[in-house]
């Protein structure tokens, strides 16, 4: 009987090429998403690890990236992909998703505003930036970013969506939200023949901040059916309606297995904002003179110390014999534990 386990070391090795790769792009992608600034999304998390990946990449410390299996980052991939089915395919096709639209023109650049193509008298560096992708961006002047046009000054219809930032000098925070929703625009009549399960008079008036979350099958039916909303979320959905002034804020967690969401609508406080931005004061405070707020787990066998690529060096700190350590856990981190 054939082994049902065995696979050729042909197969085997193509298989591994792909993890390879998938483990090869992201190590090249990890400029991309810099330290130098906070990030709202890390928020409710362990802010000493927050502390920890800013160092990194301001040169104050020495520490590897950790490298992820190609399974995480397949795991990773099918994040990404919902979000794009949620952005593209469902909220800017009906006409209520704001953010950045970059025209899909690969030569958008070549046509003047008014749609004339002008290639002969373009300078050599205006060619030279067509040739690296550049396009024209539509809403990067707004804080929330715009509708998807409907035609681009080139003539093109398409667009590809890019997320809105979040950012806050005073905070030092950075970050990119996943969906922003605006009704003023939307029109039942498109509607009209289909059954209707939406009510026009509980749709917003102002705009919305949604968050999009995956999750597997167990984790779906044993945590988020039964426990609801993970306070991280609630505390990063927080920042976002603050710093975009939006109306209120919604988490969507999707199954993975069988496309089931649950939704958690979370109202904007104040309460939880305020300790945000005390933290982020501190945090700045601290990185100024190359300290570290105290760990948010109490025991350094904690799940979340397993799953953080700076544990060795963290847990070397003084810091977790302290015998003052909850209360100093409780005095930084306050109402977000």
């Not at 520490?63 to 794009?84: L, P, V, W, Y």
Request: glycine share 6%; aromatic share 12%; with cysteine.
């Amino acid at each position: 009987m054939a082994d049902s386990n065995y696979i050729p070391p042909e197969i085997a090795s193509l298989m591994g090429l792909v993890d390879t790769f998938l483990r090869w792009r992201e190590m090249q992608q990890l400029g991309s998403r810099s330290y130098k600034h906070y990030h709202p999304s890390e928020w409710g998390k362990c802010l000493r690890k927050q502390q920890y990946m800013h160092f990194r990449d301001m040169g104050y410390i020495e520490c590897e990236h950790a490298q992820h299996s190609g399974q995480t980052i397949r795991t990773f991939d099918k994040g990404h992909n919902m979000h794009h089915r949620w952005q593209q395919h469902y909220f800017a096709e009906m006409g209520i998703l704001r953010g950045y639209w970059r025209c899909s023109n690969m030569m958008c650049l070549a046509f003047d505003n008014e749609g004339k193509f002008r290639w002969d008298a373009l300078k050599d560096e205006q060619k030279e930036m067509i040739w690296k992708g550049k396009r024209r961006v539509y809403g990067e002047n707004d804080l929330l970013g715009c509708f998807r046009p409907d035609k681009c000054a080139c003539g093109s219809k398409r667009f590809e969506y890019g997320e809105l930032n979040v950012k806050s000098e005073e905070l030092n925070f950075h970050g990119h939200c996943d969906i922003v929703l605006d009704f003023q625009k939307f029109d039942p009549d498109k509607y009209k023949g289909i059954r209707k399960n939406f009510n026009m008079a509980h749709f917003p008036k102002r705009p919305i901040v949604i968050d999009m979350k995956t999750v597997g099958d167990w984790a779906f039916k044993n945590q988020v059916m039964k426990n609801g909303l993970h306070k991280e979320y609630k505390i990063q959905i927080n920042i976002y309606t603050h710093l975009l002034d939006c109306e209120y804020g919604i988490v969507i967690y999707e199954n993975k297995s069988d496309s089931v969401t649950v939704p958690f609508k979370i109202e904007r406080d104040e309460s939880i904002f305020k300790t945000v931005k005390e933290q982020a004061y501190m945090m700045k405070a601290l990185a100024e003179k190359r300290l570290l707020p105290p760990p948010r787990p109490l025991d350094p066998a904690d799940y979340e110390c397993s799953k953080c690529e700076f544990a060795a060096l963290c847990h070397k700190s003084a810091a977790w014999k302290s015998p003052k350590l909850a209360q100093q856990r409780q005095e930084f981190y306050k109402n977000l534990l």
